[in-house]
């Protein structure tokens, strides 16, 4: 194993760590944790608009920050008092299963590329992802009290979010590359910036909040 991967094993089950407590142990502390990765998640795409457009990222900068804060911030916080912490920790799953399947999967088989934006990506990797994003569907179903989870609409849930995840990847690599930066910060060991680690996360979020408000009310009864 290289040190590299090494890196970034350890960063990221010490990031699910952290994510999970902030999750579960007040809202008031998810809600001040969300607000301060929206900082560090805006000022690193700040960092990459100024370098695509220089003094002519002003226009850019605005959308980032009220995407960032006025859509993402309120879309994490609203789903998380209309849904609860195990919801939203069942999101965080799928995205988390479908980045390391698309990762995985991506290195082990390889093959055809799948765009030319992100070399690395590849379509096996993207295979990799929706069949991995599905990993948390079947833990939960296979828990009493989830019995009745497993039914279409959560599994389509599932690729939903993958293929969001992906897409926000290849955008926010889009951008690096307009940038010329391998990545967007140098936060977190292994990984890169925070954006580089939840660059499909800010997209998934909002997404969740709009399409499935009405299933995650399944999980707000049981709890």
Known sequence: ???????RIITSIILFALASFCIFSHIAIFIISV???????????????????RKKAFLLNTVSIFYIYGIFFVAAISLYRAAGAVFLFYILLICICSDVGGYFVGKRIGGKKLTKISPNKTVSGSIGSFCFSLLPLIIFSSLSAFENLYYTKNFLLCLLISFVCQLGDIFISYLKRKAKVKDAGKMLPGHGGLLDRIDGIIFVIPCVYIYSIDLSNFFKILF
């Open 1 to 7: 194993m290289s040190t590299e991967l090494k890196k």
């Open 35 to 53: 607000f301060i990765i929206s900082y560090f998640v805006f000022n690193e795409i700040r960092n990459i608009n100024q370098l695509i457009l």
